[in-house]
């Protein structure tokens, strides 16, 4: 558990590398929608490359499914642009883009087959039987239902329609593929199965992909690299380690998991929590001495200690008592109610501007996590005392949320 | 008094009130509609089948039927394609008026079937808005065009009212998800849309023919009630009971019953093939 002394240190968190090579083999670059004077989206960027998945996350109403619509086509961009593997198709209709949509309920055509369904792309192209055929095999294969072939939609499991439903995107080789919360109408233990299962497919197939949905734990999984939305732009674009280890906002740190944050001043070029001083290389063109932040860390990064002494790699923030512990099967998770510590204010804000008076603030509580040996080890109960220490944080500027 | 009545509901477990209220049901029927409808069958064929073949082997009621079966044919293709495109057209278009069209194409259900023809008529007829500036050389009234018009426009909301639900609860990803693998709009709607539909259509073309075939009051107006050249079979039947042939108008009677039978055991006992999804 105990991580190495450098992960003290956050990195600035760099925009995600451009992707020059491979070239991208999807970008949208500059979108923006608005309904009336409402904006949707406001300025997205980003590419994906050749066999790469990329995840959109977002909150019900964060645009992610507009986004996905205008890659398809079924919705036109205010402004900005669609490029598929180097062509403009942002005045292109639908059907003549090349995409691949996996919609959520999956719009498997009822009165076909699910032979029909998988060639019907083939079929509209005009191509020969015997190659449609081919190619309709070769894919029941590729998704285990060759005993399926002659069952309507309606005869089979919501799995199994999802994946007639990827089958019949794969046999016009798509451009793009994009699945729009592929996952939201099945059962917790079919959706994880099926995105390991999807997962290997597209890394079988090589085409790049893009995914919606608003479960963290998929998008951490499923992604190549994750872009986290918000209300209509994008707050962070990385890898699932980067935006969970490193998050750019507060709200990609409270999106993506439990996350603690906490006040805490700049001094002396490291950083004043509370009573407690943390060295921290920070990056000086964006943080100086006096300024507010906020430090996040995750539950997991939280050690206890029943006594003073904290082990190497952890570093004292406060001391706190436990009101609470609960066991979620692997870990037991505690919540603690820190002792007062002095709240940052910046020098220059006067007191009458702020609406809270530091007295009226509530004392700072956070939640933490311990692995079942570790719990087994040092038993703790409601009520006690014990000195909080973290092994991982991240900065960011308090006025950002 | 309501202790012997609800003593009376259930005798040692047999529910009485079940067997009441089915003979209840059918004793109401009975004056109602099974009589009549027997009393066709009962009189067409009282003098024998013979004489019931005879009446109906009549050239002019050969023709009767013919002409009632042709013009509801042509009256159900128009209407049923015209139903098909109003339905889309109103349930994936929202544009000012909408509600005031489907409302209007509801209307001649609301429409005396006399106020019908006699509204063609005005339109029509040799000194119509429309009907004078054709009349010298081309006459619309009065022939079997006229008929078909009627048909029109008595049986226009049926179709269309049995369509447009579907089409309503019809989910727009289908026809997105075909637009998105290739298909252009006429391929998705042929592919994709059509396929959906088809339950729709046949209980909508049903409905509209059967309706057609039976229609009379807008019919008689339009049509002359020529024998052998506009007379449909409704209206046969009435020419012939006001000459007092009886027998002649009851066999085409017997067969305009037995033929809308056919058509309702057809939409009520297919009604699951017509509806698979």
Redesign the interface.
């Known amino acids: 558990m105990v991580k190495a002394r450098e992960t003290l240190i956050p990195k600035p968190v760099e925009p995600a590398p451009a992707l020059v090579d491979p070239p991208a083999a999807a970008s949208v670059v500059g979108l923006s929608k608005r309904f009336g004077k409402t904006s949707i989206l406001e300025n997205i960027s980003f590419d994906v490359a050749q066999g790469e998945v990329l995840v959109l996350l977002g909150a019900s109403g964060s645009g992610k499914t507009t986004i996905l619509r205008i890659i398809a086509g079924l919705e036109m961009p205010y402004t900005g642009k669609v490029i598929l593997h180097g062509k403009d198709v942002t005045e292109l209709p639908a059907r003549e883009r090349g995409v691949g949509v996996i919609f959520q309920a999956y719009a498997l055509f009822p009165k076909m087959t699910v032979e029909k369904n998988i060639g019907y792309g083939l079929r509209i192209r005009k191509r020969k039987r015997k190659e449609i055929k081919e190619k309709v095999n070769e894919l029941l294969k590729l998704v285990q239902l060759e005993e399926h072939r002659k069952k309507y939609p309606s005869q089979l499991s919501g799995g199994q329609q999802q994946r007639v439903a990827i089958a019949r995107t794969l046999a016009y080789n798509p451009e793009v593929l994009l699945f729009d919360e592929p996952f939201g109408a099945l059962d917790t233990q079919t959706r994880v199965h099926l995105r390991r299962e999807i997962r290997a497919l597209l890394r079988k197939v090589n085409v790049p992909s893009i995914f919606i949905t608003h479960d963290q734990e998929e998008a951490l999984e499923l992604g190549d690299r994750v872009a986290v939305l918000n209300q209509g732009h994008i707050e962070q674009l990385g890898t699932p380690l980067e935006i969970y280890s490193h998050p750019a906002t507060e709200y990609v740190a409270t999106f993506l998991g439990a996350a603690n944050l906490l006040e805490a001043t700049v001094q002396n070029g490291g950083l004043q929590v509370g009573s407690a001083h943390l060295t921290a290389m920070l990056d000086h063109t964006q943080f100086q001495d006096g300024d507010c932040v906020k430090i996040v860390f995750r539950p997991e990064d939280v050690v206890l200690s029943t006594s003073e002494f904290v082990r190497s790699g952890a570093a004292k923030i406060s001391a706190g008592r436990i009101e609470e512990i609960s066991f979620v099967g692997a870990y037991e998770r505690l919540r603690l109610r820190l002792d007062r510590g002095e709240e940052c204010r910046a020098d220059e804000t006067p007191y009458y501007l702020t609406t809270e008076t530091p007295e009226s603030q509530p004392t700072k509580s956070i939640i933490a996590t311990r692995p079942k040996p570790d719990a087994a080890a040092t038993k703790l109960q409601i009520g006690d005392r014990v000195v909080v220490a973290i092994t991982s944080f991240t900065v960011l500027p308090a006025s950002k949320r | 008094m309501s202790t012997a009545v609800s003593a009376m509901r259930h005798v040692r477990g047999f529910d009485v009130v079940r067997p009441l209220s089915i003979g209840m049901l059918v004793f109401m029927m009975l004056p109602l509609v099974f009589l009549p409808l027997a009393s066709i069958f009962i009189f067409g064929t009282s003098n024998g089948l013979d004489k019931f073949w005879a009446a109906l082997m009549a050239p002019e009621a050969i023709f009767a039927l013919k002409l009632s079966m042709a013009t509801s044919f042509w009256a159900t293709v128009f209407n049923v394609i015209f139903g098909l495109f109003a339905a889309y057209v109103l349930s994936r278009y929202n544009f000012w008026g909408r509600n005031a069209l489907i409302v209007t194409i509801s209307l001649p259900t609301a429409i005396p079937t006399a106020v019908a023809g006699f509204a063609l008529l005005l339109l029509w007829g040799p000194y119509g808005t429309l009907g004078r500036f054709l009349t010298p050389n081309f006459e619309i009234m009065f022939t079997a065009f006229a008929i078909i018009l009627a048909n029109i426009f008595v049986t226009f909301p049926l179709a269309f009212g049995v369509i447009k639900p579907v089409f309503d609860t019809m ?1 727009r ?2 026809e ?9 709009r006429w ?1 998705t709607f042929w ?2 849309t059509l ?2 539909l ?1 339950g729709a259509i046949v209980s909508g073309a049903l409905l509209t023919f059967a309706r057609a075939v039976g229609e009379f009051g807008s019919t008689i107006l339009v049509s002359g009630n020529l024998a052998g050249r506009t007379q449909t079979a409704p209206l046969y039947i009435f020419a012939k009971f006001n000459e007092g042939q009886i027998e002649a108008a009851n066999a085409i009677a017997i067969v305009l019953a037995l033929f809308s039978f056919l058509i309702f055991s057809v939409l009520f006992f297919a009604r699951d093939w017509l509806d698979v ?1």
């Not at chain 2, 997105?176 to 252009?184: D, F, H, N, P, R």
């Open positions: 989910s990803s289908l997105e998800a075909s637009a998105t693998i290739g298909a252009t391929q592919h994709v396929p959906s088809r999804d």
